[in-house]
């Protein structure tokens, strides 16, 4: 896995001229976590934006009654960050762990300003982040509303088949707000339909 | 500058705008008022709908004056309020910076309001010549995403009875102005836990 993901990644969400999109790219660091390992535990500051190129990252947070709730799975070609931690440098209000060994490369804070006080195309791309990351949250909080438990299960099925053969059905159980048992008594009346 | 097209305000409508955009972030007199040229007035009755769901928009609005909750229907075809937006809050209504949005909750004014819309053409343009107006969509759009992040966790990490609290102490004047059924319903509460709630509160 080169750096060249990370350029194809900036290019599928900006337009940019090439040097430019290379100078940036130069600033990106190489990272690596083991399976269950913390990018960024809840209260600490946000100070690099990881874009994960392999292997699945997923925030959670602690409900009143103590259990682990995960809020998101972020598969490759995202960034696993709490954006508004990492640009307003207050404390992260979620925890970022990887469920499985994850490769990312990471952009600190001083050259991601760098980038957005002298090139013009990446206040764009700022935009760009914070724009997918409000329409993902809102996605989500409106599908818990709009739809069925099994709804919700087929439509990341069908958006993102890789999750279920690398994350714990119980984490995705958490994300989908169903338990355990519910996901799945669903996923075996699905495979009998032959869905 | 825009020229002579559409309703024309007047000066003193524009003038409430001029300070709301100001009090959201710093943005010289001038710009301002070249800003607000693109602007037109919009004054909703209480129970107007502002959007439907499942249209497609090719305008911002910002909410100057009033109440406006955003709400879609759950799977048993129960409304279900989503959002409660004023001026004074974090947020403001609606802030869809490309055409061809398509609205995914109806928005609808629990008082009377006065909103202001802006086509997306036309923010685009201020985005481009304006500094100050980029800063605007990104904080409008950074607090719109704080605003609903905090909610989501709320509904996870905080009890019923505290979140109703928390309302309280935050948006005093979201309790005043907005019915009971709808703030229990954005708070994910039974109407009638919610009168539970309060008796034991004001006990």
């Known amino acids: 896995m080169s750096k060249s993901a990370v350029l194809d990644y900036l290019k599928s969400l900006i337009d940019v001229p090439a040097i430019k999109g290379k100078l940036v790219v130069s600033r990106f660091k190489h990272f690596e976590l083991k399976k269950g390992e913390m990018l960024l535990a809840e209260g600490q500051v946000s100070r690099r934006a990881h874009l994960l190129v392999e292997g699945y990252i997923r925030s959670f947070v602690v409900d009143s009654e103590g259990e682990e709730v995960t809020t998101s799975i972020i598969s490759p070609q995202a960034f696993a960050n709490d954006f508004l931690s990492y640009f307003k440098g207050e404390p992260a209000k979620e925890n970022f762990q990887a469920i499985t060994d994850c490769k990312t490369y990471y952009i600190g804070y001083d050259d991601m300003q760098f980038a957005f006080h002298n090139m013009p195309e990446f206040r764009e791309f700022g935009r760009m982040i914070l724009t997918m990351n409000y329409e993902r949250l809102h996605e989500q909080m409106l599908s818990m509303i709009k739809h069925s438990a099994e709804e919700r299960y087929l439509s990341l099925l069908e958006k993102d088949p890789e999750i279920f053969q690398a994350v714990p059905l119980k984490i995705i159980a958490s994300y989908l707000n169903i338990t355990d048992t519910s996901l799945s008594r669903i996923r075996r009346e699905v495979s009998k339909r032959g869905g | ?203």
């Open chain 2, 1 to 203: 500058m825009k020229g002579e097209v559409g309703i024309q305000d007047s000066q003193a409508d524009k003038i409430e705008l001029i300070e709301y955009l100001q009090s959201k972030v710093h943005m010289p007199v001038k710009s301002a008022q070249e800003i607000t040229a693109y602007f037109q007035l919009q004054q909703l009755a209480k129970g107007d709908i502002l959007l439907e769901k499942g249209n497609v928009s090719n305008h911002s609005h910002l909410l100057t004056e009033g109440f406006i909750r955003s709400f879609t229907f759950n799977i048993y075809d129960n409304e279900v309020t989503t959002g409660i937006y004023h001026p004074t809050s974090l947020g403001n209504i609606f802030m869809s910076y490309f055409k061809g949005y398509e609205v995914k909750e109806s928005y609808q004014a629990l008082t009377n309001c006065r909103v202001w819309h802006i086509s997306a053409e036309d923010t685009q343009t201020c985005f481009k010549h304006y500094s100050s107006f980029r800063k605007l969509g990104r904080v409008l759009l950074a607090h719109n995403h704080i605003y609903l992040h905090q909610r989501m966790l709320d509904m996870i990490e905080t009890p019923a009875e505290e979140r109703y609290l928390k309302l309280m102490a935050s948006k005093p004047e979201i309790i005043q102005a907005v019915p009971l059924k709808v703030i229990a319903s954005y708070l994910n509460i039974t109407a009638t836990s919610l009168s539970r709630i309060r008796r034991e509160i004001y006990k």
